[in-house]
């Protein structure tokens, strides 16, 4: 089973600000990496898919990149609706497996 | 329209077996490329992978739950349906099924809003 740790658990910043959040996998896999935004009392929602493709209808603030064990998701500014949790899903092998999340919260 | 939407008990004895349903409309269970997963969330923890079944009824589980863990299908209904035995306490979530599709297999495009499970006596 391939572990997917976030990095950090929590980001503490503002409006306008830049977020990079990390994902790291226990073996490689390849670019089969999605990552998902979730508000608190929501679904969560599917922003970036094998590693650097967005999602239909998601902003281009939103950009990710990597591949094998290290991944990157990148907020370029900072809007009130993107203060939430992300988590990171690989589908490289199966059990499909999820990161721990990393919060991003209002500074 | 996709729809996604589960359903079941709110609340289960400890050593009792849930079973929760996901009526799902908008797509066809039997499409290639297609498939529903069942993920949990404790309350204030992390998302959990359960386990997926494939349109051609294969499934994959958690190494974790795969002795308590059984995922069905009834493609008539529309339905897929979740059956964990043995609850217990930590087994307290919310339960998501989501289904995985088209240009975006096998990950998760729609989700169903989710249902909270309390495992106490």
């Known amino acids: 089973e391939i572990v997917l740790t976030q990095s950090p658990a929590t980001l503490s910043l503002s409006p306008g600000e830049s977020a990079t959040l990390s994902c790291r996998a226990s073996?490689?896999?390849?670019?089969?990496l999605a990552w998902y935004q979730q508000i608190p009392g929501q679904a969560p929602r599917l922003l970036i898919y094998?590693?650097?493709n967005r999602a239909t209808g998601i902003p281009a603030r939103f950009s990710g990149s990597g591949s094998g064990t290290d991944f990157t998701l990148t907020i370029s500014s900072l809007e009130p609706e993107d203060f939430a949790v992300y988590y990171c899903?690989?589908?490289?092998?199966?059990?499909?497996?999820f990161g721990g999340g990393t919060k991003v919260e209002i500074k | 329209q996709v729809t996604l939407k589960e359903s079941g008990p709110v609340v289960v004895k400890p050593t009792e077996t849930l079973t929760l349903t996901c009526t799902v409309s908008?797509?066809?269970?039997?499409?290639?490329?297609?498939?529903v997963s069942w993920i949990r969330q404790p309350p204030g923890k992390a998302l959990e992978w359960l386990g997926h079944?494939?349109?051609?009824?294969?499934?994959s589980y958690s190494p974790s739950l795969k002795n308590r863990l059984t995922i069905s299908k009834d493609t008539s209904k529309s339905q897929i349906v979740l059956t964990l035995t043995s609850m217990d306490p930590v087994d307290t979530a919310t339960y998501y099924c989501?289904?995985?599709?088209?240009?975006?297999?096998?990950?998760?495009?729609?989700w169903g809003q989710g249902t909270l499970v309390t495992v106490s006596s």
């Open positions: 989501a289904r995985s599709s088209g240009a975006y297999y096998p990950y998760f495009d729609y």
């Open positions: 908008g797509f066809s269970l039997t499409n290639a490329r297609m498939g």
């Open positions: 079944i494939f349109a051609n009824d294969a499934k």
């Open positions: 073996q490689s896999v390849s670019s089969y």
């Open positions: 094998d590693a650097s």
């Open positions: 899903l690989q589908r490289n092998s199966w059990p499909l497996t």
